[in-house]
């Protein structure tokens, strides 16, 4: 334990360090975010204007981030040091054997293995999730955006500038969220549940004992999943087109005279992504049912049609709860996911048709679409960083509200 | 108690590793779309899909000098990698009194802007940007300004591209062609000279053969040549401040003429690859730029036409369509270790015989007025086109604020919308100039 006490000590002075060589010239300026933009100065000589260094409010911001952290882990190695030597002195006191370091070591191997098992994981989330987090929702309260940045400009501070501007303040911003808002979650409802219905459907139909060449139909269903969905849908967008092929085929065929705006008109392009999202996704649930209707007992099926059942009833009372029971959870995975479906629209529509009443987002927009524009076309970082911060709430909440309700939550040793 | 405690940190770790996965698909597919978004995005109409990655097998050459060893990053389109090679060892050779090590770098102009900003200290020392990047990047305090052998420099380029490239009258970068503009396509077996000569005519005889019109209406780039032929004017103010006239009454007439070609049934829309696939079978003129002169070219052989764009009918009267012209600019960033070595290099590669030699391998419009007058420029029919439009034609010194907003305007006129054009204007004009 001894051992134990100088390593924590050599840790704190390693944060230290950290902390006054490196950190604390960022954090220093964490107030402001800096005061001096990059400047010039014209070199006569050189016949040119030679820049100076400035702030950079960026890094300064993202290595604040590091500086808190470091410490904040330093406070904690702290506690357990001091916790440490008072075990020692405790030890000694009552004349107890002090283990040593090997013994410590073995200990993680034993009692303490969750921590062995833990430490790389925790320490990567931390590293990789929990600081870029951290420092992303910071972003959402500066005003870091195209005409803030950096190393050119500063940006600073604004306080619930941006939320202000998503919830109130601004009319056409405003107005955009709550349209796309409610277009994300009317996506995700149809979304999941027209697929989660006639996938249940299609699995149910070749499931059918008349059906032949069950594998057969199977695999046909699944030559959709084959081709990368990145291909098929961009492909699709090109069918879609007005001089596009089912726009063609369909004017050679004499059913239309001009071509189907199925891109360019809001109605008919949110139809188009959810009805293409279905050929996309019912593979899946078809896979996923049929694996759960090979699993539901056939002898509840025989009693119930000894009961005189019909077939509907036998669907309602025993296919139905046991298919909703399973794969309640990965429903809500599902729900969640198509919320933040960025490849279908993406790739499908982009957005479009884009509104004139809408800030840079078009009428097919998703939160998470809207986002990606802002930030990669835009670099709107600040306001992107605060639709970022509310889709995650959305996901986290209804997460976690839903899925503890679920029967396969509450009933869990029930099929075990 | 206990268990649902666990079920909670369960979701919890469900959520994290959703959001975490979702977060990696996004990036993901995001940079496989990244050269296609651009080009319909920025209605820039680049047409080389560049390798997003930078981090290709980089090439490099080292030539061994006198004095010190003086590195240099360059960034290219993937097309013009072998002349960027060639023309930077000659200025090797003619600079012996370094050593010099280049390293190229595959980012096309068309992301040079979005790949500086993510980390300028990594960029490349010299790089190309369309001239309409050239306010962010400014703003960025990105570029050096031309301040040495300025005068040569302006004297030697076309003055539109020397203004293309400037903001606030100080010279960003070193212009090197001057063909981001566009002009009419047209099949020779369908329309005369005489026909491409006003919109109306174009639209009579294609409506008498059955063959329709191309304009891509929903793309701001292409929709300001109605206004901007009008009188409407898009720049910026001394504060980078987009300024935008198109809600007034002569981009109220303008709006009105879009209008109506857009209602005409010759009227068709689409992207390049509309254009290219359909002209010489449906589509009888189209408009665009030089990236597709050559695939036009092989489709209609000896009835390839350009010229200038079409007149319009505006309020009774014709009026002619204006556009953009912008150029490609080779600018030196300001956090290289070696100013003065790369501005020599940049000027060398953008110098007459280095755009002599662009034009020899690559077929790009030169800007420099020496060689655009050379009988080889001269003699190409799409880029005398592009010269006749270019009297016409304004710098594109337009923010990114005002794409979104036109391509939904353009979309809304294709869609064969009645809402009051006014209105539509003064949203289009509101957005455009939002801060």
């Known amino acids: 334990m001894i051992f134990l006490t100088f390593i924590y000590i050599i840790v704190e002075a390693l944060l230290a360090t950290f902390f006054f060589k490196f950190g604390f010239k ?49 406070i904690w190695i702290l506690v357990l040091l001091i916790r440490n030597i008072k075990q020692i002195l405790k030890l000694e006191k009552e004349g107890k054997h002090i283990p040593t370091f090997k013994e410590i070591l073995l200990e993680l191997l034993d009692s303490k293995f969750h921590i062995t098992l833990l430490a790389a994981p925790m320490t990567t ?19 870091f955006d195209a005409n803030h940045q950096p190393p050119g400009e500063l940006f600073t501070w604004t306080g619930l500038t941006n939320v202000i501007d998503i919830f109130l303040g601004n009319s056409t911003k405003t107005h955009t969220f709550f349209g796309i808002l409610g277009w994300t979650f009317v996506w995700a409802i149809l979304a999941t549940f027209t697929n989660y219905i006639f996938g249940m459907l299609l699995a149910m139909m070749i499931n059918h004992k008349l059906v032949k060449c069950k594998k057969l139909w199977r695999t046909l269903f699944m030559i959709s999943v084959a081709i990368p969905q990145f291909v098929s849908l961009l492909l699709i967008s090109r069918a879609l087109e007005p001089a596009g092929a089912i726009n063609l085929a369909l004017m050679k065929i004499g059913l239309i005279n001009a071509p189907l705006p199925f891109l360019t008109n809001p109605t008919l392009a949110r139809v188009c992504v959810v009805v293409i999202n279905m050929w996309i996704g019912i593979p899946y649930t078809m896979m996923t049912f049929t694996g759960v209707l090979l699993n539901i007992p056939e002898d509840l099926y025989e009693s119930a049609q000894i009961d005189g059942a019909t077939a509907f009833q036998r669907f309602t009372n025993i296919t139905l709860p046991y298919m909703i029971f399973v794969t309640a959870p990965a429903t809500i995975t599902t729900f969640v996911t198509n919320i933040n479906n960025f490849n279908v629209i993406y790739l ?19 939160l998470v679409t809207w986002l990606y524009k802002l930030t990669v076309d835009k670099h709107d970082y600040a306001l992107a960083s605060t639709i970022g911060i509310f889709i995650f709430m959305i996901a986290s909440t209804l997460s976690i509200a839903v899925y503890n309700r679920t029967g396969s939550v509450k009933k869990e040793d029930m099929f075990q | 108690m206990k268990k649902k405690l666990l079920s909670i940190v369960m979701a919890t770790a469900m959520v994290a590793c959703m959001t975490g996965c979702g977060n990696n698909t996004e990036s993901a597919s995001a940079e496989k779309t990244e050269a296609v978004e651009v080009s319909e995005e920025d209605g820039q109409a680049e047409t080389e899909e560049e390798a997003p990655d930078e981090g290709n097998p980089a090439e490099q050459s080292v030539i061994e000098g006198d004095g010190e060893m003086i590195s240099l990053k360059i960034w290219g389109s993937q097309t013009d990698q072998d002349l960027l090679k060639e023309l930077c060892e000659e200025f090797a050779k003619e600079h012996p009194e370094n050593s010099w090590q280049f390293d190229y770098g595959v980012v096309g102009e068309a992301d040079a802007q979005a790949r500086y900003i993510e980390d300028p200290a990594a960029a490349a020392d010299v790089f190309s940007y369309p001239d309409d990047q050239l306010t962010t990047l400014v703003q960025a305090d990105a570029l050096y300004e031309v301040t040495r052998n300025v005068d040569e420099v302006k004297s030697a380029n076309a003055p539109g591209t020397i203004d293309a490239a400037s903001y606030n009258g100080v010279l960003y970068g070193y212009p090197m062609t001057a063909d981001n503009g566009y002009y009419l396509y047209y099949d020779k077996s369908v329309l005369s000279e005489e026909d491409v000569q006003t919109l109306d005519g174009i639209l009579a005889a294609a409506n008498a053969a059955g063959k329709q019109v ?8 292409y929709l300001a040549s109605f206004f901007i ?19 007034n009454e002569k981009g109220l007439a303008a709006a009105e003429a879009v209008r109506a070609f857009c209602n005409d049934p010759a009227f068709v829309t689409g992207d390049d690859s509309v254009l290219e696939g359909g002209i010489g079978d449906n589509i009888c003129c189209g408009v665009s730029g030089p990236w597709v002169s050559a695939s036009i070219k092989e489709k209609l052989g000896d009835n390839f036409g350009a010229a200038k764009l079409p007149t319009f009918t505006c309020n009774g009267e014709q009026v002619q369509m204006g556009s953009f012209l912008g150029c490609k600019v080779l600018g030196v960033n300001t956090q290289t270790q070696h100013p003065v070595e790369a501005m020599e290099l940049a000027e060398y590669l953008t110098n007459e015989k280095s755009q002599a030699r ?53 979309a809304e006129l294709e869609g064969h919308s009645t809402n009051d054009l006014q209105a539509m204007l003064d949203q289009l004009v509101e957005q455009a100039t939002a801060e």
Not at chain 1, 125 to 143: D, E
Not at chain 1, 348 to 366: E, S
Not at chain 2, 359 to 387: Q, T
Request: charged share 15%.
């Open chain 1, 26 to 74: 960022y954090l220093s300026h964490f107030h402001t975010l800096g005061e001096n933009a990059q400047g010039k100065q014209w070199n006569e000589a050189l016949q040119i204007y030679e820049r100076t260094t400035g702030d950079n409010s960026m890094l300064i911001l993202l290595f604040s981030v590091f500086a808190i952290a470091a410490c904040i882990l330093f």
């Open chain 1, 125 to 143: 989330l931390v590293l990789f999730t929990v600081l870029p987090i951290v420092f992303m929702i910071l972003i959402a309260f500066t005003n």
């Open chain 2, 358 to 410: 662009r034009f020899e391998v690559l077929g790009y419009g030169p800007s420099n007025i020496n060689v655009s007058k050379s009988d080889a420029v001269s003699a190409d029919i799409a880029l005398k086109a592009l010269a006749d439009q270019s009297q016409f034609a304004v710098s594109q010194h337009v923010n990114g604020a005002y794409w979104t907003p036109a391509e939904a305007f353009g």
């Open chain 2, 214 to 221: 191309h304009m891509d209406i929903s793309n701001g780039w």
């Open chain 1, 348 to 366: 499908l529509t982009g957005g479009g048709p884009f509104g004139l009443d809408y800030y840079q987002a078009g009428k097919t927009d998703l």
């Open chain 2, 229 to 247: 032929g009008n009188g409407c004017n898009i720049s910026l103010d001394e504060n980078g401040k987009q300024i935008c006239d198109f809600n």
